[in-house]
Structures are given as C-alpha cells and as structure tokens.
C-alpha cells in the first residue's frame, strides 16, 4: 500500500476554488486505489517561485519517511523540466493523477511542453502589452475614470493630512506665518532643513515641496 502526501498549489490567493477542486481529485484517486493519505499540504505561491516553502516542506517529508508527492497536474508542482528533474534526483517519488505512466521519459517529454507553455503564455502577454502600449499609456491618470481619480486625489490628501511629519512642518509654517506675516517659500524650506524637518517620504524640504504643502 502507497503512502502519499498530497500537494496542491494555486498561485494567488484568490484561486480557492482551483484548490478545492485539487484536494477533491487527490480524494478521490485515494478512494479509488485504497491508499494512505498522510496529509495534503496546500500552497498558494507562483509556480515560477521554486522556493516555496510548502512544497519543500512536503519533499522533505517525502524523502525522510519514503512517501510519494501526489499532484493533480504536473503545472501544480513546476513548469520548469529541470525543477522537475531536480525533484527526482534527490529522490522525491512522483505521481501525476493526470500522467499516470508518470516516469523518466514522459517527465522529460510533459516537463519540457509545460516549460514550453509557460514561455508561450509569457511571450503573448508581452506582444498584447505592447500593443496596448501603443494606444494608450498603462498606469496614468487619464485612463482612470473621473470617480478613480477623485478617489486617488483624495487618498492622496488624507495620507499628507495624516503623516507626523507633515503635520509638524505644517505647524512650523502656521508659527512662522503668525510670527512674520507673510510666507516665504524659499526661507521656509532653508530653516526647515536646519532644525531637521522632514518631509512625508523623509526627504529634506524645497520651496516647491512646501508650496504645496501650504
């Protein structure tokens, strides 16, 4: 009688559905063959990421008590063929429920057509990024909507309005304000720097930073 540990994998967070669905057919295949199940460790990381930490986690139990690594699909453990065979010679066995006949030749054979995939995937969304690119900027305001922009103008004030060391340069200008009568933009940010006020990043004063400031 085999025993597994099961590993399932979605890449964000928000994919739970696609990790129900793993955990079901790792059941299912159990109930089918009258295996052991020991555990089933679930991680939500980029496949590209070959660090995870549960999936190390369940390698290393695999290795230490003779389980074998049980997937669904062999995209859920890598799409990269040499990450694969990297697994297999430091003894990790394998079992694919989708590659059944999962073994040396066909590890090659489907680690290289995911590895394939994954580049595909990767060089169509950058065509489709530059073609977007060419008629419209990414990442600019004007391609927000007029309530995104208010929203972002707004955030964008309260973080200013809330900052300690906003608030204190912004008391420093009211006192020197009171104190003169006037504002000098130039003579602000000069003692400003000198009694060592900061902006809201950290940076020293300009006589444009305390312009808007006020």
């Given amino acids: 009688m085999e025993k597994y540990i099961g590993y399932v994998r979605t890449s ?3 994919q739970v559905i696609g990790l129900d669905e793993q955990t079901n057919k790792i059941y299912q295949f159990i ?27 369940a390698t290393n139990l695999c290795i230490k008590h003779g389980y074998t690594l049980l997937f669904t699909k062999l995209d859920r453990l890598s799409r990269e063929v040499e990450f694969l065979f990297t697994l297999r010679n ?23 057509v995911a590895q394939w995939e994954r580049e595909l995937i990767s ?11 060419l008629h419209k900027k990414l990442g600019t305001p004007e391609n ?16 200013r309005l809330e900052n300690e060391n906003w608030k204190k340069a912004k008391m420093f200008i009211d006192h020197f304000q009171m104190k003169h009568g006037y504002i000098n933009y130039n003579e602000i940010s000069r003692q400003l720097n000198q009694n ?14 305390v312009r808007r400031l006020v």
Avoid: H, M, W
């Avoid at 430091?90 to 290289?112: A, D, R």
């Fill in 12 to 14: 964000t967070g928000k």
């Fill in 31 to 57: 109930q089918s063959t009258g295996d052991t199940l020991v555990e089933i460790v679930t991680e939500q990381q980029s496949g590209k990421n070959n660090n995870r930490v549960k999936l190390e986690y």
């Fill in 90 to 112: 430091k003894g990790v066995k394998l079992k694919c429920i989708e590659l059944p006949e999962l073994n040396t030749l066909t590890l090659g054979i489907f680690g290289s």
């Fill in 123 to 133: 060089s169509r969304t950058k065509a489709a990024l530059s073609q977007v690119r």
């Fill in 144 to 159: 927000l909507t007029l309530e995104a922009r208010t929203k972002g103008a707004q955030s964008i004030k309260s973080n």
């Fill in 196 to 209: 060592g006020y900061k902006t809201r990043n950290g940076c020293k004063f300009s006589s444009g930073i």
